[in-house]
């Protein structure tokens, strides 16, 4: 892998249209030095969901929201994929609830505190190599 492809996160979920977007504006809106994110699906659907805007209105990371078509997995560059309430192969993956019921607004705190423990941990490992 070339550095570039090293700090880069591929969040992906089903349609890529929702989960990964959240999860991919967080991730940017905290610009850790050298890395970025994106979003991708497993099958995108043909445009972001239309909860998307609202849900991330008024929320630090609503700049860093991807408006753009979903794209496929095997659109993207390969960099470090989290796979997010779906199954990729040799992914980590992200349960979102734990399999319980949330609201928009619940799923978007969940991912936003996990991002943001990934960019701890990714700060981390940077510093310390």
């Known amino acids: 892998m ?3 492809e090293d700090r880069l996160v591929v969040f992906v979920c089903e349609h ?4 990964s977007r959240i999860a991919a504006a967080y991730f940017n809106e905290l610009a850790l030095r050298g890395w970025s994110a994106v979003s991708a699906g497993v099958t995108p659907q043909t445009g972001a969901s239309a909860r998307l805007g609202t849900l991330m209105a008024g929320t ?27 199954v990729v192969p040799g992914t980590d993956i992200w349960r979102i609830g734990g399999g319980a019921p949330l609201s928009d607004e619940e799923l978007r705190d969940e991912i936003r ?7 701890r941990d990714l700060s981390e490992v940077s510093e310390a190599g």
Request: net charge negative; charged share 30%; glycine share 4%.
């Open 2 to 4: 070339t550095d570039s």
């Open 16 to 19: 890529g249209a929702f989960r």
């Open 60 to 86: 630090a990371a609503a700049a860093f929201v991807d408006h753009d078509a979903p794209r496929s997995l095997s659109e993207v560059s390969t960099g470090r994929t989290i796979a997010i309430d779906t």
């Open 113 to 119: 505190d996990r991002v943001r423990e990934l960019a």
